[in-house]
């Protein structure tokens, strides 16, 4: 069993010694192993250990600690571990909350013309983050694998026309660098959900980041996905619903809309959906998008682009500006029902 120990009420000094003052404290009490230990100021000292509960000596903290069972597996991501929903800045945008974050753009930058006309339509319908990956993890060594370098300037000359935060994929720890550079938040694909070295080299940084949940990932894998994250100190991580691999072909994959309403009860990280990559059939984005809000999601991630049947990278599963139009005007009325507001750039990120 995890616990985790909040408000622990120790002497910590010098300052610089306060964690392994902790953790040994910890250890004394009678945890078996120390998971992480956060001294954020004075009042806000967290520790986490599995314990023994029956040998477990609270007493070795003080009277004002307060100790939460946690899930072993992902105990920051766990939302016994604080007070509230988690939400993410995201270049001015909030995601998490009472806001419903709508996130839309090509799947890939194709050009600085294709990348242009889309931002400005879908910002014009009330998207207020924009999406386009500049590396693309391909099935195929083959097919396209994005712009690279010259989409990432791309993307930066957009966002600082149109005022739109951009969240574009990291396939490479050694690329995050350049990438905070010129986006806003960092995706991890459902190929990279797994891949520990990357999930840890992100927690290193503060930047946001979308961690999409794998194909083959139970929740449990999910959640430990984004505690590689949040252990290294970045909390700002948005978890993405992408559709999971099933028995049934019909659809590219199986939305799991079920795990959406789950992590919601079990985490405090915001939770997004993302229809196009879950079905693959763009006549399924706008009622997948309603039921994604109604589910509890905290927004949604969706393919658009100005002429699908043109597209480098997943047109088949991409709406065109007109389409996610009509998407925004269906899903206004259910936002309200749901006393979620569709969550707008804020005045200071529009130019
Ligand atoms: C994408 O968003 O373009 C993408 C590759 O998604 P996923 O990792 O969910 O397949
Ligand atoms: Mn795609």
Not at 34 to 44: F, M, P, Q, Y
């Amino acid at each position: 069993m995890a616990v985790l120990i909040r408000g622990v009420d120790l002497e910590v000094s010098p300052a610089g010694k306060a964690n392994d003052q902790i953790a040994s404290t910890l250890r004394s009490a009678g945890a078996t192993t120390v998971l992480a230990v956060r001294v954020n100021g004075e009042d806000a000292i967290l520790a986490v250990g599995l314990v023994d509960h029956e040998r477990f000596d609270l007493d070795a903290f003080g009277r004002d600690t307060e100790v939460v069972t946690v899930a072993d597996v992902a105990p920051l991501v766990d939302r016994g571990s604080r007070a509230g929903d988690t939400v993410v800045d995201v270049g001015g945008v909030q995601i998490g909350g009472s806001g419903f974050t709508v996130i839309a753009g090509p799947c890939a930058v194709e050009s600085s013309d294709m990348i242009s006309r889309i931002a400005w339509a879908v910002r014009a319908e009330g998207a207020s983050v924009l999406r386009g990956g500049a590396f693309k993890p391909r099935t195929s060594p083959y097919s396209f694998q994005g712009m690279g370098s010259d989409g990432l300037q791309i993307l930066s000359e957009i966002r600082a026309t149109t005022g739109l935060p951009v969240v574009s994929e990291v396939v490479d720890a050694r690329d995050v660098e350049a990438l905070v550079d010129h986006v806003d938040m960092l995706q991890v694909g459902a190929r990279n959900a797994q891949n520990y070295s990357l999930l840890t080299e992100l927690g290193r940084s503060d930047v946001p980041v979308l961690l999409k949940r794998g194909f083959g990932s139970t929740i449990d894998e999910w959640l430990g996905s984004a505690e590689y994250i949040l252990v290294e100190g970045n909390e700002n991580v948005v978890l993405c619903e992408r559709g999971i691999r099933s028995f049934d072909p019909s659809l590219r994959f199986t939305l799991d809309l079920a795990a959406v309403a789950l992590v919601k009860q079990r985490s405090h990280l915001p939770v997004v959906v993302d229809p196009s990559h879950a079905t693959g059939a763009p006549n399924l984005i706008a009622p997948m998008t309603l039921a994604a809000l109604a589910a509890g999601a905290d927004g949604v991630i969706i393919d658009v682009h100005p002429d699908p049947a043109t597209a480098k990278c997943d047109g088949a599963q991409a709406i065109l500006p007109e389409q996610f139009r009509s998407l925004m005007a269906e899903l206004r009325p259910v936002a309200t029902a749901m006393r979620r507001w569709i969550a707008a750039p804020t005045l200071s990120t529009i130019a």
